[in-house]
């Protein structure tokens, strides 16, 4: 009888729905050879700083373009190459945000930009690499590192374009480019994540 009655409990059970397969997959072997671009629309830069020693204040910069040369049979030879608008800088204070752009902090209106482009690319464990290059902010620029993890690719469904997503952490001072207000109060080391798309040309 117990068995019978564990046997309808089973049955009246709902069924549980399998999670439907991403397009994309931590799989390397999705990568083909060949030169992507940004995908600007789901490539983001946020930027964390610590705030008076009260919190740690973060923002964001979209808009990024840019281009990734890779070749998977030697991808320690890939060249990235990034540029981001200072004027997309957004944060939670439309005030602050029109202080950033101004020449007090980014002056966006002399440097427009900043960039990013590899020097050297080193492979790690777990999808993972770090990869050296020359950081350009504020017309300033400076060997920098990011820290990089292959986080999935695949055929986009919506535009049916090959895209390869990473993401990466990079952390350096403001005041090695001149970007010097409110230090130390607020923090001269600033951390970069990036959430980048790239997709196949």
Known sequence: ????????????????????????????????????????????VGFAVD?????????????????LAIDPANPTKAQLSVTVPIASVQTSNDTLN????????????????ATFVSTAIALGPNNTALVDGNLTIHGITKPARMQVHFHGAGINPMDKALTAGFDARMGFNRSDFGITKYVPVVSDHVELTIAGAFEKQ
Do not use: C
């Not at 409990?9 to 999670?19: M, N, R, W």
């Not at 705030?51 to 281009?67: C, E, L, M, P, Y």
């Not at 202080?99 to 209106?109: I, K, Y």
């Open 1 to 44: 009888m117990r068995a019978l009655i564990s046997a309808l409990a089973l049955i009246a059970l709902p069924a549980v729905a399998q999670a439907p397969a991403l397009p994309g997959a931590p799989e390397t072997a999705r990568v083909t050879a060949g030169t992507y671009k940004v995908e600007t629309n789901h490539t983001q």
């Open 51 to 67: 705030h008076f020693g009260f919190s740690i204040f973060r923002g964001a910069f979209s808009g990024a373009s840019g281009t």
């Open 98 to 113: 029109k202080e950033l752009v101004s020449a007090d902090w980014f002056d966006s209106g002399q440097f427009p930009n």
